[in-house]
């Protein structure tokens, strides 16, 4: 059996989910529960970062692990809450998915959020049976732009780093990518342009345009 070219590592938020809304929203209404408040240009710096990186860095860098995680626990049911009213698919997910399935080609997540955020998502999309290999926000000690997160994916799908491909929409995901010596193709998304995504080797307006040549085509 041949070995497949590449593999695949997606990001969630902003590639996978139009997330923006709802973490925003959720964020917001959180934070003022606990006397603090964010804005939407506060939000969109941080986002594809983790909860507990964020707070410590514009918080209070003393604040206890057992005080983040009650944030985070409230903050992440309110997500998920919302996103299972009407979940936001990116324009194209479900159906590159099961293309890149169809092909052989081995799929993994790489993603900051906490693991319930990442599993509903893969659920929605009806993925569980084809992305395997799920690393979130739990499984790393530091979060994007360290590598970990997709080291972690390449070996869990049994790829070297340099034949992994990485879709992301935040400059910080791109940057772990070629950190980890991966290819980068950027997503456009809410609260992203494409000058951001510069340092990507390519990139693409929404999920709908890729295809296994455009993927293959990174390679060459």
């Known amino acids: 059996m041949t070995s497949p070219l590449f593999g695949v590592i997606f990001d969630v938020d902003g590639v996978l989910v139009d997330s923006y809304e709802a973490h925003f929203q959720t964020w917001r209404s959180c934070a003022r529960l606990h006397g603090r408040d964010c804005t939407e240009a506060e939000f969109a710096k941080a986002f594809g970062r983790t909860s507990r990186e964020v707070m410590r860095e514009t918080w209070d860098a003393n604040l206890t692990d057992q005080e983040i995680a009650v944030f985070e626990d409230q903050k992440e049911a309110m997500y998920r809450e919302f996103i299972a009213k009407n979940f936001p698919e990116m324009p194209g997910a479900t159906s ?8 052989g080609i081995p799929m993994a997540i790489g993603s900051s959020g906490p693991p319930l955020n990442v599993q509903a998502v893969v659920k929605h999309l009806n993925a ?66 494409q000058p951001e995504l510069h340092k ?16 293959a085509g990174l390679f060459e």
């Open 128 to 193: 569980s049976d084809t992305i395997r290999t799920v690393i979130t926000g739990a499984d790393v000690k530091v979060g994007k732009p360290n590598p970990e997160v997709f080291l972690l994916g390449a070996k869990g799908m049994g790829m070297a780093p340099e034949r992994c491909i990485v879709l992301e929409d935040a400059p910080p995901g791109i940057e772990a990518a070629l950190a980890a010596g991966m290819k980068c193709l950027g997503v456009v998304s809410r609260g992203r342009t």
């Open 200 to 215: 990507a080797h390519a990139h693409v307006t929404d999920l709908t345009e890729v295809t296994y040549e455009l993927l």
């Open 96 to 103: 590159l998915v099961k293309t890149l399935a169809a092909a």
